[in-house]
């Protein structure tokens, strides 16, 4: 089958293939490390990751580079307020981030470079659009980017920046140009940069580079000069996007990307998220309020990337409850009893229809909710058809068809990792719910429905989940 990926760029669905052997080469606008990320950044890490793993799925060796912005207005502003310099500011929320991705099980990426690392590669960039004519210095020893020398300003966002409305979103700083229109590509130093080690020589004098030039120049740097795929949220595809295009192409003279993906914002409850709504909510936020790792993952890929999530408390619980079904079929499939000789159950065909019609929907632009429907689809079948044959024996061929099915999907979502590390418990709850069970056992055989059911409820309030099976209750810890 053939990924197929909608093109910002071309504003419309293409075939995707790397262009050199089996290697893709990817960026993804990273996090700005002055504030612990939230929820609203993760829709799109979440996304980064949806996509990290489907290059893999798909057989190709994905070279994955996500930047961290540690020098810019908000990172300065930020250390000066606290009174510290700005590797002290910023490596805190460079840790935080990191724990939250390997809390939602994100896999690693190929390189995470911080902007201060590479400011001599940006400083000689600069040196190469001023020698093709589309950099200039500012009297005040800023270095602008002349827009009306590259003709070809404007081919993503379709906005030139000629009109009010690109004149109301091109950076606004007090720096001197020749055209409003023009971005900074190097900011010459002011006190308050000074104040936090912010600052750095360079041929126009000291100051700190402009934040579109980092992406280009981090992104070249590790993964050459022409991307096969660039990532980000649609908040970033004007100007910061079209900046990067113009910057890096305006230097190399070729192709910055050949794919260009971007990620639908996030609603909370329905509302914008924004500071003053209280609903700017971070990975440590839920955690604190006893949401799980594997829930938050789920909702966050729950509907397709092009399209607005609604993430909701509710939505949370009912992912709470969908990992868990997961998690109950991967314990059911484990403990199956298996016989040579014995049924397939049709545990084989459900196995084969499930994997073709997820990779159908992940080759449909990432299409990750029905790609999600199609393994809960398989899930349903499968109980059904164990429930049929009593919960087995069935063929060991057909158990292993129905376990490798979910396992692969679930390299796409990575939720089983997750929730079985989650749902150990300790040998003290353990042991509390075995006696309890067998409790209830014993009250329903002496046909005490009542007092069963006591102790049901008992057992389910101290957040454990129940599934009655043919072969006996199964638990686990609920999300």
Known sequence: MTLTLHNSMSRSDEAFHPSEGDEVRVYACGPTIYAHAHIGNFRSFAVY???????????????FVLNLTDVDDKTIRGAREAGVGL???????????????????????????????????????IERLEANGLAYPADDGSVYFRISAFDAYGALSGNRADGETGRSRIDADEYEKDDIRDFVLWKAAKEEDRAVGAVWDSPWGEGRPGWHLECSVLSCTELGETLDVHLGGEDLLFPHHENEIAQSEGATGRTFSRFWLHTKHLRVEGRKMAKSLGNTYTI????????????????????????????????LEASARAVQRLLGLDRRLEELDTQEGATDAGLDTLAETALADFEAALDDDL???????????????????????????????????????LHRMDEIFGLLPLARAETTAGDDLADWVESKLAERKAAREAKEWARADAIR???????????????????????
């Open 87 to 125: 590797r002290e500011f910023t490596e805190p929320f460079e840790t935080a981030f990191r724990s939250d991705l390997e809390t939602l099980g994100f896999r690693p990426f190929t390189a995470m470079p911080r902007a201060t690392e590479h400011v001599d590669e940006m400083i000689a960039w």
């Open 49 to 63: 990751d949806l996509f990290h793993r489907c290059l893999a799925w798909k057989g190709w060796t994905p070279k």
């Open 284 to 315: 440590e936020d839920l955690l604190e309020k006893g949401y799980r790792p594997s829930s938050i993952r789920h909702l966050l890929l729950s509907a397709h990337y092009r399209k607005e999530l609604n993430f909701t408390f509710d939505g």
């Open 457 to 479: 409820d008992e057992i389910t309030d101290r957040g454990i989940i129940l599934e009655d099976t043919p072969q006996g209750t199964r638990w686990s810890v609920g999300g």
């Open 367 to 405: 299409n990750s909710s029905e790609a999600l429907s199609a393994l809960f689809v398989f899930l349903s079948g499968v109980n059904g058809a164990l429930d049929e044959v009593g919960g087995g024996p069935v063929s060991p061929s057909a158990r292993q068809a129905a376990q490798n099915a």
